[in-house]
């Protein structure tokens, strides 16, 4: 069946590193991929999406990229901020319409 | 415009009592769903209503668990009775339509289920 798998965490870093965090995907069809974040005490909230092969979602200075060929979707920031400590959730939406989210990455930036 | 919202947002019970989650939709979403995050795993798909009506309950672990959302506004999920592997965060989330891949799905926070 569809799953995700997603890099385990927790990441901790120092502020201005750079972040990758992995996610790869099984899927039958042609899913949507999606990486939500959770601050705390808050809902998920979507962070970026991409709908199609070679697509690149991008918001607040993140960036993933729909790979087909190595079905990943991994998530990269170039410079990380105090305030994007949070939990990071890989997703895909299949074409029978359920989501599929991998178990989360904590991050915790360091000033 | 207000967010998803889930009550309570924590609640804590012994093992065979019944709770009951709330969530409320943003106002005008058709779609509703259920997803539940067991510690330190992933989180898992319990059910989709369209309106009134479930449209998928294939997630829905066992017949401990009650989801209605009775005129279309509002949804409660119910574990009666409750056991100890039920334990985990409950997320509520909603669409407006629902019938495509692209479609944004907002969560509310979750209500985070202890049981004892």
Not at chain 1, 2 to 30: H, K, R, W
Not at chain 1, 85 to 108: H, I, M, P
Request: hydrophobic letters at 30%; one cysteine or more.
């Amino acid at each position: 069946g569809d799953s995700v798998t997603q890099m385990e965490g927790p990441v901790t870093l120092s502020e201005e590193a750079f972040l990758t965090i992995n996610c790869t995907y099984t899927a039958t069809g042609y899913p949507s991929l999606f990486w939500y974040v959770q601050y705390p005490g808050e809902g998920l909230q979507l962070l970026l999406k991409a709908t199609k092969a070679d697509d690149k979602g991008s918001n607040k200075g993140f960036e993933a990229t729909y790979r087909k060929e190595t079905t990943s979707f991994h998530l990269e920031k170039g410079s990380v901020q105090v305030s994007d400590s949070a939990v990071y959730f890989c997703a895909l939406r299949s074409t029978g319409n359920q989501f599929y989210f991998g178990t989360g990455t904590s991050l915790t930036v360091i000033p | 415009e207000a967010g998803v919202t889930q009550f309570p947002s924590h609640s804590v019970i012994e093992k065979g009592q019944t709770v009951t989650l709330r969530c409320d939709p943003i106002s005008g979403h058709d779609n509703l769903y259920w997803y539940r995050r067991v510690m330190g795993k992933e989180i898992k798909f319990l059910l989709h209503f369209v309106k009134e009506s479930k449209q998928d309950e294939s997630g829905m672990p066992n017949n401990r668990f009650l989801a209605e959302r009775t005129g279309g506004t509002y949804s409660t999920l119910k574990v009666q009775p409750a056991e100890l592997e039920d334990s985990g965060v409950y997320f509520c989330a909603s669409s407006q339509h629902g019938q495509t891949l692209v479609e944004t799905q907002y969560f509310g926070p979750g209500t985070r289920l202890l049981v004892l």
